[in-house]
T-cell receptor, first 113, second 113 residues
């Protein structure tokens, strides 16, 4: 079945540091890929998405590129801020009629001033 | 803009009690789902619905029931609560396309003692 693997956290960075959170997936066909973010005490909200190979999703300075050849969708940001502290989830929507999202385990990011 | 509304936000139950977690959305979405979030495990699908009157099981359905009598509402029932059901529960809804954004409620934190 479908699965998503993302790097363990927590990731602790200083403000203005470069961020990479790795995400790889297993799925048949061409899934849609997503990054969701969860701020403390809140639900998940969509950060960015990509729906086909080589697509780049971007939002709020974050970027991720859909790499079919390496089955990856790594999240990057050039300069993190304290306000980026949150839990980040990589997810995919596969080709079944179920339409469910398959999530990775989440990576907690802590940005220190 | 209400989006997806979950109630209650917090709940403590005794083992063996039953309760219903409420979820309502005002976006006229056909697809709704329930997830549970446990530390280190991401979100796992409990049940989902592709429209009023249609529900199906996800990855971890045991101990939970759902029904979908209207497009707006998708309640989750715990039949006889167990400590293993201590978790944070999220309801989500999304539009008809596979690659569209899922909107999440703020979650219900349930503790079973």
């Amino acid at each position: 079945g479908d699965s998503v693997t993302q790097m363990e956290g927590p990731v602790t960075l200083s403000e203005e540091a470069f961020l990479t959170i790795n995400c790889t997936y297993t799925a048949t066909g061409y899934p849609s890929l997503f990054w969701y973010v969860q701020y403390p005490g809140e639900g998940l909200q969509l950060l960015l998405k990509a729906t086909k190979a080589d697509d780049k999703g971007s939002n709020k300075g974050f970027e991720a590129t859909y790499r079919k050849e390496t089955t990856s969708f790594h999240l990057e940001k050039g300069s993190v801020q304290v306000s980026d502290s949150a839990v980040y989830f990589c997810a995919l929507s596969g080709n079944t009629g179920r339409r469910a999202l398959t999530f990775g385990s989440g990576t907690r990011l802590q940005v220190q001033p | 803009n209400a989006g997806v509304t979950q109630t209650p936000k917090f709940q403590v139950l005794k083992t063996g009690q039953s309760m219903t977690l409420q979820c309502a959305q005002d976006m006229n979405h056909e697809y709704m789902s329930w997830y549970r979030q446990d530390p280190g495990m991401g979100l796992r699908l409990i049940h989902y619905s592709v429209g009023a009157g249609i529900t199906d099981q996800g990855e971890v359905p045991n101990g939970y029931n759902v029904s979908r009598s209207t497009t707006e509402d998708f309640p989750l029932r715990l039949l006889s609560a167990a400590p293993s059901q201590t978790s944070v529960y999220f309801c989500a809804s999304s539009g008809p396309e596979r690659n569209t954004e899922a909107f999440f409620g703020q979650g219900t934190r349930l503790t079973v003692v």
